[in-house]
DNA sequence: CGTTCATTTGAGAAACCTCAAGATTGGTGG
DNA sequence: CCACCAATCTTGAGGTTTCTCAAATGAACG
C-alpha cells in the first residue's frame, strides 16, 4: 500500500444539505460518510438497544467498539466508593468504548438513553480492515481526538463556569450537536431528567431547575406547553451572551 | 503483513525492577519500551526546552505528536472569552498533541515547566511506520485511551469531590505517576504555584493552600523544612483514607 | 539587603447545596 | 375518560463550602 492511501480523504456523498450553513454540513456530511465508510470496509454487528440498556459495563473485558448509529447513550464514570458521574453524552455518529483500549477493560458504563441501533466493530477487525482502507484509521483517531478535546472543554466549564453558565452552555452544546446531525435546532426534548442533567453538569438537580427558570425568565429559553422538557431557544446567540455576561436580563437587551 | 503482526504485544525488555511492586514495574516497562519501539521504527525529532516554552499554541497547525523523554508540561486549554484551564500534566512516556487530530489544529497550549526533551513525531510519518510496525499503533491508541480515561476520572473528582479531598487525590496521582517512572514517592517537590494546583483542580490558590494545611495538621503529609513545595507523604494510603473519610483526623487514626 | 513573588491565614461575602413542601407530569387501571 | 400513583420538577429557607479581599509572613534572587 503506497503512502499516498493513507492520506486520502474520507470519500464525499451526501449533497443535499447545501442550503445549511458550512460547519453544520460539513459535520453531517462527515457523520454520514463516516457511517458509510464503516459500512462498507468493517465487518460489523448491529444491536438495537432500549431505554436504560447497558451497552456494556466498567472492568467488562474491552473487545468491541460502537457506532450510534441511531439513539442516545450516556457514559458513566463510576469510582470504587460509589460515586458517580455522567462524563459523556452521544449521539449518531460517535463512539462508545474508546475508553477500553488503554486497559483492555472498558472505564465507564455504556447506558442507552432511548431506543436506538449500534453498530458493534471489533477492535481487532478495524485494525485489519485499516490496512485495506487508512481512512478507518484516520476516522478513530479523529473521534478519539475530538473526545479528548470536547472533555478539557468540559473542564474548562465545570472549572471557570457559574452554575447557570453551564446550563446555558450545555444547552448551546446540545442545539449544535442536533444541528450538525440534521435535526432541528430552535426546540428540542431533553431526553435527560433534571438529575442527571445536573451530574453531568456537576451540580444538583435543583441548581438545574433554577438556572432554566432564570433562563426562561430572562427569555433566553422558553418552555413548551407541552411540558418543561421541550425546549424552546429563541436565539442560540442569547445563551452565548448569556454565558458570558452573567445574567439573563442583560442577554435578552443585548439581541436588541 | 498478516494480521498476526497487528496483535504482537510491543517487545518486553529491561527486567531489572524486579523488586518494585508488579504494577509500578509493569508501568515503568511500558513506558520504556514505548520510548525504545518509537526511536527504532519512526523518524523523530529531538527538541530540548525550557521552563516557560511554549511545545505549541492552540490554533497552530498540527503535523507533530511529541513524546516527552524528559520534563514536566502542561496543558492550558483557553476559551474564547479568556477564561483559562490547566486540563492536563505530562511526564516523561505521555504524549502531547493529541487533542490536534480532531481538526488539524491544535486545541491547547503545551508549555514546558521544566527543562525537559522531546521527541517530535510527524503524524504522517507516524501513520507510515505503522504499517511495518503495527504495535505503534496500538501503542498510540493505549496513549489516547489513557488520556480519555484520565480526563473522566478528573471529572469524577472534580464533580464529586470537595476541596481537601480534591488536594489529597491530586497528590496521590502525582506520588503513582512518579512512582511509575521509577522515581521516589515519598518525598517529591511540586514544580507549580498553588495557583496552577488550584487551576487544575478547579478551586483557588488560597484553597489549594488551606488544604495542605489541614493535610499538614492531619500528619497525611509533611512540609520538608526546605520549603513548602518539598512534600513528604509518610502513607500514601493515608492521603487515600483522607479523600473517603473527608478529615486528616480520622485518616491518621485510621492507619494505627 | 531590599524587592518581588509565592504562600499562609483570617474575616466576610457569595454561590451552591440540603432539606422540605407543594405542583406538575406521565402512566395505569378502573 | 377519569382518578390515582409514582416520579419528576419547582421554589423557598437556611446551612455549608468555597471564593474574595486583605494583610502578614516566607522564600528567591540580584
Not at 463510576?78 to 459523556?88: A, D, T
Not at 478507518?136 to 447557570?164: G, K, P, W
Not at 453558565?165 to 433534571?194: I, P, S
Request: charged residues 20%.
Amino acid at each position: 500500500m503506497s503512502y499516498a492511501a493513507l492520506q486520502q480523504p474520507i470519500p464525499v456523498s451526501n449533497r443535499a444539505f447545501a442550503s445549511l450553513p458550512s460547519a453544520v454540513e460539513g459535520s453531517l456530511q462527515r457523520i454520514g460518510d463516516m457511517l458509510q465508510l464503516i459500512e462498507q470496509s468493517v465487518p460489523i454487528t448491529k444491536r438495537v438497544v432500549h431505554a436504560g440498556d447497558s451497552v456494556y459495563q466498567a472492568g467488562q473485558e474491552f473487545e468491541c467498539l460502537y457506532v450510534v448509529n441511531a439513539g442516545f447513550f450516556k457514559m458513566v464514570n463510576l469510582s470504587s466508593e460509589g460515586r458517580e458521574q455522567v462524563v459523556g453524552l452521544h449521539l449518531k455518529g460517535d463512539w462508545l468504548g474508546l475508553d477500553g483500549m488503554a486497559t483492555s477493560q472498558y472505564g465507564c458504563d455504556a447506558i442507552a438513553m432511548d431506543t436506538g441501533e449500534l453498530w458493534a466493530i471489533r477492535y481487532d477487525d478495524l485494525l485489519r480492515a485499516s490496512l485495506r482502507t487508512p481512512a478507518l484509521l484516520t476516522a478513530l483517531h479523529q473521534t478519539m481526538s475530538r473526545e479528548l478535546v470536547r472533555e478539557q472543554d468540559s473542564m474548562l466549564s465545570m472549572c471557570t463556569l457559574s452554575a447557570d453558565a453551564r446550563v446555558a452552555g450545555f444547552l448551546r452544546y446540545w442545539a449544535e450537536a442536533l444541528a450538525q446531525r440534521g435535526l432541528r435546532t430552535d426546540q428540542f426534548t431533553l431526553r435527560m431528567t433534571r438529575a442527571e442533567i445536573g451530574n453531568y453538569l456537576g451540580m444538583t438537580l435543583e441548581s438545574v431547575s433554577r438556572a432554566l427558570s432564570r433562563l426562561a425568565r430572562g427569555d433566553v429559553i422558553r418552555f413548551s406547553e407541552k411540558g418543561r422538557r421541550d425546549i424552546h431557544i429563541p436565539h442560540v446567540e442569547a445563551l452565548t451572551a448569556f454565558m458570558q455576561r452573567g445574567s439573563a436580563a442583560t442577554a435578552a437587551v443585548a439581541l436588541h
